[in-house]
Nanobody, 122 residues
Framework: EVQLVESGGGLVQAGGSLRLSCAASGFTFDDYAIGWFRQAPGKEREGVSC????????YYADSVKGRFTISRDNAKSTVYLQMNSLKPEDTAVYYC???????????????WGQGTQVTVSS
């Protein structure tokens, strides 16, 4: 059974940091790019960052560049999203997902986690 399980969300003040984790199982983790997406209430789910399967190439949405860092540990089948200098507009449910391509296009992702809530207070 394919599983992607997010953890690390919570409530933080503006300017603070959180580290999200995405633990994968049930598929060949090394063969897949992993992306982070977020969805705020009343808004579309948007791509935040992704990391390629083999060479670790990373992509970021403009809104998080310089503040978020994605990384992966293939030995642990886990991807991390370090989020610094958080802003209230970062408040959303954060999802990780797996794709055959490193892209921020939601339609390219085949496996999805259930999400973790991140709330940034002002």
């Amino acid at each position: 059974e394919v599983q992607l399980v997010e953890s690390g969300g919570g409530l933080v003040q503006a300017g603070g940091s959180l580290r999200l984790s995405c633990a994968a199982s049930g598929f060949t983790f090394d063969d897949y790019a992993i992306g982070w997406f977020r969805q705020a209430p009343g808004k579309e789910r948007e791509g935040v960052s992704c990391i390629s399967s083999s060479d670790g190439v990373t992509y970021y949405a403009d809104s998080v560049k310089g503040r978020f860092t994605i990384s992966r540990d293939n030995a642990k089948s886990t991807v991390y999203l370090q989020m610094n200098s958080l802003k209230p507009e970062d408040t959303a449910v954060y999802y990780c997902a797996a794709s055959n391509h490193a892209t921020l296009l939601r339609s390219e992702y085949v496996y999805w986690g259930q999400g973790t809530q991140v709330t940034v207070s002002s």
